[in-house]
């Protein structure tokens, strides 16, 4: 069965077009069906799909692999486009997570930016 893996978003960009943004998301294809692993921290998986015309509505499912601002924030406009779909993740990922700096000072927000309550539509 052909695997295939597509970046949509990470902290580096080597193509003219293609955006980078401190995040991470990535298609996985498999046979025929597709995959979204996390949605990147914004809006550039979703502007990089567009760039790389992969059509984010052919998409099956999405899986988070975790909480990570990095990792989900760009879910909302990822759904936006796809309508409704089935997320995979651990139920903590509505957990709230905070880092610090290195001394363990100033702590920060640093999961899903979105309540479990609220939509993401």
Not at 16 to 41: F, H, K, M, P
Request: net charge negative; aromatic share 6%.
């Amino acid at each position: 069965m052909k695997v295939t893996l597509r970046t949509l978003c990470e902290n580096t960009a080597g193509t003219v077009g293609v955006e980078a943004e401190w995040g991470w998301s990535i298609l996985v294809e498999i046979g025929n069906e597709r995959i979204l692993v996390d949605a990147g921290a914004g809006t550039v998986a979703l502007k990089n799909a567009d760039t790389m015309r992969v059509d984010l509505r052919s998409i099956d499912k999405i899986l988070l692999s975790h909480a990570h601002t990095d990792h989900s924030g760009g879910l909302r406009p990822i759904l936006k486009r796809t309508g409704p779909l089935e997320i995979i993740a651990h139920p903590a990922v509505w957990e709230e997570k905070f880092k610090t700096d290195l001394q363990g000072h100033d702590p920060q927000y640093n999961g899903i930016p979105y309540a479990k309550s609220g939509s993401l539509f």
